[in-house]
C-alpha cells in the first residue's frame, strides 16, 4: 500500500479517537496511548539517555496531552502534536536533571567549578554550532532537527514532510557533510 494511503489513513482514525477522547471517551485516547507509548518512550530515551526517565516522560507527555486536547489542531497530525509535547517534556526534565546536578556541584570543592577560559570556550563551541546549524539550507536543518532533536526515524521525517525516505537520508547526509565544513571553516572558527 502507498505510504500516502497509509498516512491519510492513520491520520483519519488519529482525529477520530482525538474527537472521541474530547467527548470524554477514556478508552479512545487509551488507544492513542498504546499506538504511541513505544514512539513518544524512544524520543525520549534518545534526549535523556536514561530508560526510567523516559518512561516517566512519556507518561507525563501523555498527561499533558490528555489535559491539551482541547489546544490540538484537527488540521495537523496528531503524532506531531504529540511528539513535540514529548520532547517539550523531556528537555523539562533534562533542564531539571541539570538543575539539580548544579546543586551538587555548588556543594562539591570549587575546585572542580571551569574557569572563564573554559566558560568562554564552551559558549563560543555553543555559538559555533548554532551559527553552523542556522547556515544550512531550511530544508536540510528540519531534517536534522527532526530526526536529532525530535528522535524521528528516517520513516517517520518522511511521512512528517511528505518526502520519500531516500530525500530525507540525502538531506540528512548533506546536512551533516555541510555542517562539518562550516564547523571547520576559518570564518566559522573566527565568528
Not at 11 to 20: P, Q, Y
Request: net charge positive.
Amino acid at each position: 500500500m502507498p505510504l500516502r494511503e497509509t498516512e491519510g489513513r492513520d491520520d483519519r482514525r488519529d482525529r477520530a479517537l482525538v474527537d472521541a477522547a474530547r467527548s470524554g471517551s477514556v478508552q479512545a485516547f487509551e488507544v492513542l496511548v498504546d499506538r504511541y507509548r513505544a514512539p513518544v518512550v524512544r524520543l525520549a530515551y534518545h534526549l535523556t539517555r536514561d530508560a526510567d526517565e523516559a518512561k516517566d516522560i512519556a507518561q507525563d507527555s501523555f498527561l499533558r496531552a490528555y489535559r491539551r486536547l482541547g489546544q490540538f489542531h484537527p488540521d495537523r497530525p496528531f503524532a506531531r502534536w504529540l511528539f513535540v509535547i514529548a520532547r517539550n517534556a523531556s528537555l523539562d526534565s533534562i533542564r531539571r536533571r541539570r538543575r539539580a546536578a548544579l546543586l551538587v556541584e555548588r556543594d562539591a570543592d570549587a575546585a572542580f567549578e571551569p574557569g572563564p577560559e573554559e566558560l568562554a570556550l564552551r559558549k563560543e563551541d555553543a555559538l559555533r554550532v548554532h551559527a553552523a546549524l542556522g547556515a544550512l539550507p531550511p530544508k536540510y536543518r528540519e531534517v536534522l532537527e527532526l530526526y536529532y532533536l525530535s528522535g524521528l526515524r528516517y520513516r517517520e521525517i518522511a511521512l512528517e514532510l511528505d518526502i520519500p525516505i531516500g530525500t530525507v537520508k540525502t538531506y540528512i547526509s548533506r546536512a551533516k557533510r555541510r555542517l562539518r565544513e562550516e564547523l571547520a571553516s576559518p570564518v566559522a572558527l573566527a565568528a
